[in-house]
């Protein structure tokens, strides 16, 4: 589960040009982006998708590729 999480923030984060790759260990998946200046979207892009995950318009911003 979290990994497929991880998987659609990552892709999601890549649509819209901010790059990023995906690290993780025997307990959890991060994701690390490769330019910091874009954390404040990355992040906000994060938190609206956690605030309303069923969110129809969201979901589809998130799953279309």
Partial sequence: QQQRIAQALSDYLNKINIKNKIEHDNF???IHLDDEAQQA???KELQDFVDNPND????RKWCSK
């Fill in 41 to 43: 979207v990355a992040l």
């Fill in 56 to 59: 129809k318009k969201r979901r």
């Fill in 28 to 30: 959890q998946f991060s």
